[in-house]
């Protein structure tokens, strides 16, 4: 699959005439051939960006685009091949995210460290700045750094663990704990009035999830999703990726005694129906926020 992100240049004042040269522009994508092609989104737009997930013809999208006082900025214009024996798509920044998750929870881990230095006069004042000040401080300019657009993540074990670390070592820092002191994970915590990083981003993810399956099932997130359960030729060889949807069932199968799981498309729609009633949404989610942190204090 390629994908093609186009910038128009000259902006016009009203955003409706973007939208209406967005519409046009489905006019010259090809039709989709495949039952996998069927459900996926063919294209996304946001801001002054529009994202197709197709081969096309620029100089037909661009004389779609001049009828509405617009252009192609081809300095601008990335291609991107999604493939499976490919490795470029995965360091290619969408609204701020890399698309490939190892690499965008690597970019978060430097650019938090960085903005955590940026302050290291604040953590080292001692008793001129409270430590609630300092706290706060840390969640509005490094935490945030940190967890932006985690909700989207598909960490593996290994990744949460490194995750956990260095959200402590920055708790630490913020306190100006430093060697020989000791504390415990669970003091830690306790003093800083947080929790393992790993379970923010399990609450963020479930929030998230929560929120597509509420929209209409035409948005591209939900295109998306019901595609990957559209089985099309024969399974990829090799090691099975960590995806999004597997570690969403991961954190169901924490869960014993229920039977929810997300393996196939009867799976997704059965949570679907569940995620129109926020309550029972937010008590499940609960569940299992409740059995990932029983899980890591076993550990």
């Known amino acids: 699959m390629t994908g093609l992100r186009l910038s ?26 495949t039952p996998f092609e069927k459900v996926l989104p063919r294209e996304i ?20 685009f001049e009828k509405y006082n617009l252009q192609v900025n081809v300095d601008k214009t990335e291609f991107t091949n999604l493939s499976r024996g490919e490795t470029n798509w995965q360091t290619t920044k969408k609204v701020g995210t890399l698309i490939g998750d190892q690499e965008d929870i690597e970019r978060r881990r430097q650019l938090s460290s960085a903005a955590l230095v940026k302050l290291k006069n ?13 706290l706060k401080l840390y969640k509005a300019l490094v935490k945030s750094v940190l ?12 990744q949460e663990e490194r995750l956990n670390a260095l959200h402590r070592k920055q ?43 509420r929209r209409d099932s035409q948005i591209p997130a939900n295109q998306a999703i019901s595609g990957y359960f559209v089985t099309e030729g024969s ?26 799981q997300l393996k196939s498309s009867h799976n997704l ?31």
């Open 269 to 299: 729609e059965h949570l679907r129906s569940i995620a129109q009633q926020r309550d029972e949404w937010t008590k499940r989610t609960a569940r299992i926020r409740e059995a990932a942190e029983a899980s890591q204090s076993e550990h």
């Open 147 to 158: 967890t932006y657009n985690c909700g989207t993540w598909a960490p593996t074990q290994s």
């Open 122 to 134: 604040v953590w080292l004042k001692g008793d001129k700045i409270t430590k609630n000040t300092k």
């Open 45 to 64: 737009a946001y801001a002054v960006d529009f994202v197709v997930f197709q081969d096309i013809d620029i100089e037909e999208v661009g004389k779609v």
């Open 235 to 260: 399974k990829f060889k090799g090691r099975p990726l960590t995806t999004l949807p597997v570690v969403l069932n991961r954190d169901l199968s924490r869960i014993i005694t229920s039977n929810l």
């Open 8 to 33: 128009p240049c000259g902006v016009p004042k009203l955003l409706k005439k973007g939208f209406f040269s967005v519409k046009e522009v489905r006019t010259v994508l090809s039709k989709p051939s």
């Open 171 to 213: 708790l630490k820092k913020v306190l100006n704990i430093k060697y020989p002191v000791k504390i415990t994970n669970s003091s830690l915590y306790n003093k800083c009035n947080e929790r393992p990083l790993s379970i923010f981003i399990l609450e963020s993810r479930w929030r998230l999830f929560g929120h597509i399956l």
